[in-house]
């Protein structure tokens, strides 16, 4: 199938991208993201997300897309410009790409739209698959709009997967690459009392996750994309020291981190004990489907 990605130069982007076969990719800056991805991509189209509709000519012969274009919800203090950049970039980029489907006249067969497991909110011990309802809070109503101007697709005959992605895990960037200095340095830890449920997955298998959703006919509206084993933020920490050879003991607590960051602050603590029910029922296979193996991928060659 012929494929076209948005959002390519981003941490996940270029993973997915060596799965498909010369894919179409849209960017703002065709020029940055050959240099970006080189051949890695096919040909590339000029696309602002927030100003019009996807090109015709980016969707002609296209069978697949791929939308995992949007800010990054963890770069910088949440001020009320910061949050209107993550939402508009999710819901109004969304909405300009449907519109660009819905004026071709041969409309791909599937979209495969990133959303977050920034849907389900704090949810304690809850076991999370795709059926629980919504949260109430800004990312929960950012997921909640993101995937509606997603499924508008539907309405054009395309069938729509909104992959709910947990924390993405994987050598040389993402949230990883936050987390290693502090515990480089000994000073790593569990945030509060680490009881919190971390929702993650391992980059490999996320990419593998956006192909098996287009691949599978029987798929359509959410999915969760996250590894099967979500951990505590305890094990976790726990499991992060061991694969470094530190300690990681020293609690980081939540005051310290909401003078920090603000209310994104609020995310870091939340607790979300996803499932990946789709998935699993329609037979995916992870590679890396526990903490351990996940971290010793990512870190042996570096440790």
């Given amino acids: 199938m012929k494929a076209l990605v948005t959002g390519a130069t981003g941490f996940v982007g270029p ?16 020029e940055r993201a050959r240099r970006a991805v080189g051949n890695l991509a096919g040909p590339l189209f000029r696309w602002d997300p927030l100003r019009e509709p996807l090109p015709a000519e980016a969707l002609e012969g296209v069978d697949v897309v791929y939308h995992l274009a949007g800010e990054s919800v963890a770069e910088g203090r949440w001020t009320a410009a910061q949050k209107a950049r ?12 449907v519109q660009g489907i819905k004026q071709v006249e041969r409309k791909p067969s599937v979209l495969v739209s990133a959303s977050a497991v920034g849907y389900y909110g704090n949810r304690g011990d809850d076991e999370l698959t795709e059926s629980a309802p919504p949260a109430d809070d800004f990312l929960a109503e950012v997921c909640v709009a993101w995937e509606q101007e997603a499924l508008m697709a539907e309405q054009l005959g395309v069938r729509t997967v909104t992959a709910r992605t947990g ?40 990419a593998r996750l956006y192909v098996h959703a287009a691949d599978t006919t029987s798929i359509s509206g959410p999915m969760n994309a996250v590894a099967p084993n979500p951990v505590r933020n305890s094990e976790f920490t726990k499991a992060l020291g061991r694969q470094l050879h530190r300690p990681a003991f ?10 920090l960051f603000g209310e994104f602050a609020q995310v870091l603590f939340a607790s979300q004990r996803v499932i990946p029910k789709v998935a699993l029922d329609t037979g995916f296979v992870f590679q890396y489907p526990d903490i351990a193996s996940a971290l010793r991928e990512i870190l042996a060659p570096a440790a």
């Avoid at 993973?15 to 065709?30: E, F, I, K, T, Y």
């Avoid at 939402?87 to 909405?95: A, K, N």
């Fill in 15 to 30: 993973r997915l991208l060596r799965l498909l076969d010369s894919p179409v990719v849209v960017s703002r800056s065709p």
């Fill in 86 to 97: 993550i939402r508009d970039s999710r819901v109004i980029g969304t909405r300009n790409l």
């Fill in 167 to 206: 924390i993405v895990l994987g050598a040389g960037g993402g949230a990883l690459a936050k987390m290693l200095t502090p515990f480089k340095l000994g000073a790593g830890g569990p945030l509060g009392n680490g009881k919190q449920w971390m929702p993650w997955v391992h980059v490999a298998d996320l």
């Fill in 250 to 259: 020293m609690p980081a607590p939540y005051i310290g981190l909401r003078l």
